[in-house]
């Protein structure tokens, strides 16, 4: 099937124009760790992404997909989100920042080069419990794919919050951002800017913090490996193997040696405005299952402590 081509959950393929391909969607996590060279170690050695450079504190990594890089690790005197970054045409990426104004969110002036790859043009801005999102366009053309590998992530497929008030949260992205809810369950939101399920979703919880960001792998027997590898690594699976509900994507989760909990992820269902918002009760599993195949193992005191480790740097206003 050609790169332009978007298979969709109804089972209808269309072929996106240049143009379409531009349109916004998520492109990177930023993070800052206190041990940066021990997170690159990890994220370029088994979890398998490609360092693209360091400029000053801060390194980028990427994966396989034509995109200047998935993750960024910038080095601080504590663990934090420094923000989820989303790319679009100009046009669309300043009408989210009119939005941003009108709806009194805390937000930072308009950058016209931030000094990384792509050497994109944007803002920051603060969700409600302060979540930071970041909108840009870039400047520079993205470098040309990679092969594909199963040992190697594609790109970034979502990023998940916690947080106190999901349908506020949610509100937000939809009313201001732009975004669709794609579905809801007892516990969680998933909301999407693009033909991905959900690019961001929002979990319950007591505290606002980084829940997990997922990478997509380009097929199951990728994360079936991956899961190998990692544990070869020293680095178990917290979560998994399975396949969720919402997005119908295949999981294996970890905890990395930086505190924050990594996905690897695949078959991520790609939606369009057929697709119906699932409720609650379109959720429901058997008792002791939480997900389609119902094999997986998990361990919650892990995964609790990651959800703790990594809260918000706030955006300068």
């Known amino acids: 099937m050609p790169e332009n081509a978007i298979i969709y959950a109804s089972g209808n393929v269309r072929f996106l124009s240049?143009?379409?391909?531009?349109?916004?969607?998520l492109r990177s996590v930023e993070l800052q760790v206190t041990d940066r060279a021990a997170a690159v170690e990890f994220l370029t050695g088994p979890w398998g992404l490609v360092e693209v450079g360091t400029r000053g504190n801060t390194t980028y990594l990427r994966g396989t997909a034509a995109r200047q890089?998935?993750?960024?690790?910038?080095?601080?005197?504590?663990?934090?989100?420094?923000?989820?970054?989303?790319?679009?045409?100009?046009?669309?990426?300043?009408?989210?920042?009119?939005?941003?104004?009108?709806?009194?969110?805390?937000?930072?002036?308009?950058?016209?080069?931030?000094?990384?790859?792509?050497?994109?043009?944007?803002?920051?801005?603060?969700?409600?419990?302060?979540?930071?999102?970041?909108?840009?366009?870039?400047?520079?053309?993205?470098?040309?794919?990679?092969?594909?590998?199963?040992?190697?992530?594609?790109?970034?497929?979502?990023?998940?919050?916690?947080?106190?008030?999901?349908?506020?949260?949610?509100?937000?992205?939809?009313?201001?951002?732009?975004?669709?809810?794609?579905?809801?369950?007892?516990?969680?939101?998933f909301l999407r800017c693009d033909e991905l399920h959900h690019v961001v979703a929002y979990a319950d919880s007591k505290q606002a913090s980084l829940n997990h960001i997922a990478f997509e792998m380009p097929d199951t027997d990728s994360v079936l490996r991956g899961m190998g590898r990692l544990k070869d690594a020293g680095f178990a699976s917290v979560w998994g193997p399975g396949r969720h509900g919402p997005g119908n994507n295949v999981f294996a989760y970890f905890v990395a040696p930086f505190g924050a909990c990594v996905e690897y992820t695949a078959e991520v269902q790609r939606v369009d405005d057929s697709y119906r918002t699932g409720t609650p009760d379109s959720?429901?599993?058997?008792?002791?299952?939480?997900?389609?195949?119902?094999?997986?193992?998990?361990?919650?005191?892990?995964?609790?402590?990651?959800?703790?480790?990594?809260?918000?740097?706030?955006i300068a206003a």
């Open 283 to 314: 959720w429901k599993w058997p008792p002791g299952r939480t997900d389609h195949w119902g094999i997986a193992t998990r361990d919650n005191d892990k995964l609790a402590a990651s959800g703790n480790a990594f809260p918000y740097r706030p």
């Open 69 to 189: 890089y998935a993750i960024a690790v910038t080095s601080g005197p504590a663990s934090a989100v420094i923000s989820a970054t989303f790319i679009g045409a100009r046009a669309e990426v300043e009408a989210t920042r009119d939005r941003v104004g009108k709806a009194g969110l805390k937000h930072g002036p308009w950058i016209e080069a931030f000094d990384e790859p792509g050497r994109g043009a944007g803002f920051y801005v603060s969700g409600p419990e302060g979540e930071p999102y970041r909108f840009i366009v870039e400047r520079e053309a993205a470098p040309a794919a990679m092969a594909a590998d199963h040992a190697r992530p594609i790109q970034v497929a979502h990023v998940v919050f916690n947080t106190k008030d999901r349908e506020a949260a949610s509100r937000v992205l939809v009313d201001t951002f732009g975004f669709k809810v794609s579905d809801r369950t007892r516990v969680m939101n």
């Open 18 to 25: 240049a143009g379409e391909r531009s349109r916004m969607h």
